[in-house]
């Protein structure tokens, strides 16, 4: 079977769910963390999926290994600072996400970057290969768009107008592309 060649559908102008048509919820916010500046392009999917779905994306560059003191102050307060959830991206000997994940309860999706001599192997194997106790949910190499929607989809699991908007998402997703 070959390859669907369709891509995700990308992060469209208008926001699926406007975080104001929300009533009563206030703007959910999840920290996309990455190891480096350079990192920026590989990780802006999550920020724009996220805001696409009324998610508030506060973007840091934080470095497990450059900057391990501000990774733990970051995570440990995350709870406190309103944070839901934590997305961590870093390449090579990918530390980022479990570093984070051992300072908070809170979810922290990893994705493994490519890039430097393995290509993203090394981060991938780094950060899904958490030690038992402290989980990292991993996803593919590059794949940030899709920790987004994980984090969506955890937080449709109580909020029936994301449900509906990730519902949307994926009929969007199957639609035919026009010729
Ligand atoms: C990781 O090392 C970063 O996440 C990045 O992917 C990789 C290389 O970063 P630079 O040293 O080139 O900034 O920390």
Redesign the pocket.
Known sequence: MSPDPRPAPAAPAAPAVPAASRAGHRPRRVAVL??????GEKMAPAAATLERFGLEADVRVL???RTPAAVADFASAARAGGYVALIC????A?H?AGAVAAQTTLPVVGVP?S??ALNGVDALYATVQMPKGIPVATVAIDGALNAALLVVAMLAVGDESLAAALEDYRREMAAPTPA
Not at 34 to 39: F, I, L
């Open positions: 990455m190891g480096s500046p350079r990192d470095s497990a290994h991206g870093a390449g090579m990918a980022l970057l890039g430097g």
